[in-house]
């Protein structure tokens, strides 16, 4: 038992102190998918935030502030999928 807890401790560790790559990356991607869908146009907050969002999680970043950072990230995707999500509704129901 007192193996298991040490390496889920240890497991946890590695997370907080190993990059967010995966993170930085869908949140590029989900920026970038939001913009060719009509974002800066149809979404403009959102994809601000977004962006905002990930400008902050790559100072994080470089501060090897990583906890902080992939928190930014995944911030940064959710609201890139927001502007997605909204650059793509009916502009019939607006």
């Known amino acids: 038992m ?3 807890l040490i390496a889920a ?14 993170e930085m990356s869908d949140a590029r991607q989900a920026i ?3 913009k060719e869908a ?5 979404a403009a907050f959102h994809l601000k935030a977004a962006e ?13 502030q990583y ?3 992939r928190y930014d990230a995944k911030q940064a995707k959710m609201k890139a ?3 997605l999500k909204a650059s793509e509704a009916d502009p019939e129901r607006d």
């Not at 497991?11 to 790559?21: D, G, I, N, W």
Request: hydrophobic share 45%.
């Open 9 to 22: 401790v240890a497991l946890t560790a590695a997370c907080e102190t190993a990059p967010p790559v995966q």
């Open 32 to 34: 970038a998918v939001a």
């Open 67 to 69: 906890s902080q950072a």
């Open 81 to 83: 999928l927001d502007a």
């Open 52 to 64: 905002d969002y990930l400008e902050r999680a790559e100072q994080k970043l470089n501060d090897h």
């Open 2 to 4: 007192q193996a298991l």
């Open 38 to 42: 009509g974002a800066a146009e149809r």
